[in-house]
C-alpha cells in the first residue's frame, strides 16, 4: 500500500500579464463521439489541489508480468507506428474474440523532449519505471485493456516524440484521439511556454479531443523556492484555463497522480 504524500500547498493565483496563452479561445471542445464526456474542471479559480500518491485500491489495472527492458517492442515500443495505426482503426468498436464487446480509447502525448512522456506511459501501462532513460524517435504506442462487466476497454496512448523533426507525425498521435495530453517539465519553464505552439498544432488536427494539461517531475518541483512554485503554478493554470483543460501535476518516480493523468473509463460503461 502506497502511503500518502505530506500535502504540498500550491501557491494561490496572482495577477500577471506575461505568458498569457495569445491567439487561443477559451471555447467550449465539443463532446467526444464514443461516449468519452469532458467535465469542465472549476479549480484553476480555486487554487490546484496538492497531488496525492495514486489509491491502488481504486484503480482498474490488468494483471502484467514485469517485462524485461529489452521487451517493450511487443507492448507497442518501437513498432512501426503505421502498421499499429492500421491494426488500431480496424480493431476498434469490434467484438473481440471471447465475444465480449471491445472499446478503444485512443489518448494523444505531446510535448517537449526530456519531460516524461514516455515514462508517464510506461508507468501507466506496465506499472513500472526505469530511471535509464531512453529518448523517444518518432513515436511509441502502448495499450492497456481492462474488462468491465461484460466489455473490453483498451487504452491506446501514443507518444510523440518532442524533437521537431518528428512534428510532421503529429496527426498520427492526434487523429481520433479522445484525448489529448499536452506535457511539460515543471522544472523547465520554457517547455510549459512551448505548450501553446503544441496546442495550436495538435488542435489543427483534433478539434473534439479533450484536453489535459501535465506537468510532469512534480517530486523535484517541490523542492524549487515558493516564488519559483508560485510563478509557474500560476502560468499553467492560466494556460489550462484559456484550453479549457483539466491541470495535473504528477511524478512517475513517486507514483504522483500517475493514473489520474490518464483519461477514466467512459461513465456509461462503468459498473
Not at 477559451?26 to 497531488?51: I, K, M, R, V, Y
Not at 502498421?83 to 494523444?108: C, F, L, M, T, W
Request: glycine share 8%; charged share 20%; aromatic share 8%.
Amino acid at each position: 500500500m502506497e502511503t500518502e504524500i505530506p500535502p504540498h500547498e500550491v501557491p494561490l493565483p496572482i495577477q500577471a500579464q506575461d505568458d498569457t496563452m495569445g491567439g487561443i479561445e477559451e471555447s467550449p471542445h465539443p463532446g467526444s463521439s464514443n461516449g468519452f464526456h469532458h467535465q469542465q474542471s472549476t479549480s484553476f479559480d480555486q487554487g490546484l489541489a496538492s497531488p496525492q500518491r495514486d489509491d491502488p485500491s481504486s484503480r482498474y489495472t490488468p494483471p502484467v508480468q514485469p517485462a524485461p527492458p529489452l521487451s517493450r517492442p511487443a507492448s507497442g515500443l518501437s513498432n512501426p507506428a503505421h502498421q499499429a495505426y492500421n491494426d488500431y482503426r480496424q480493431g476498434a468498436g469490434e467484438p473481440s474474440s471471447n465475444g465480449r464487446n471491445h472499446v478503444v480509447i485512443k489518448v494523444g502525448m505531446v510535448g517537449d523532449a526530456q519531460i516524461g512522456k514516455t515514462s508517464l506511459m510506461v508507468k501507466y501501462v506496465e506499472g513500472s519505471w526505469d530511471e535509464d532513460y531512453i529518448q523517444t524517435l518518432g513515436v511509441n504506442f502502448m495499450e492497456k485493456t481492462i474488462s468491465i462487466r461484460n466489455t473490453e476497454i483498451t487504452f491506446s496512448i501514443w507518444d510523440l516524440g518532442g524533437q521537431r523533426e518528428f512534428v510532421n507525425m503529429l496527426p498520427l498521435v492526434c487523429n481520433d484521439a479522445v484525448a489529448i495530453l499536452f506535457m511539460f517539465d515543471l522544472t523547465r519553464k520554457s517547455t510549459l511556454n512551448s505548450i501553446k505552439e503544441w496546442y495550436r498544432q495538435g488542435r489543427g488536427f483534433n478539434k473534439t479531443a479533450i484536453p489535459i494539461l501535465v506537468g510532469t517531475k512534480y517530486d523535484h518541483f517541490v523542492n524549487f523556492p515558493p516564488q519559483d512554485q508560485e510563478e509557474i503554478s500560476n502560468q499553467a493554470r492560466r494556460f489550462a484555463k484559456a484550453m479549457r483543460a483539466a491541470l495535473i501535476f504528477s511524478s512517475t518516480s513517486h507514483s504522483i497522480n500517475v493514473q489520474k493523468a490518464c483519461p477514466k473509463v467512459p461513465p456509461d460503461i462503468n459498473p
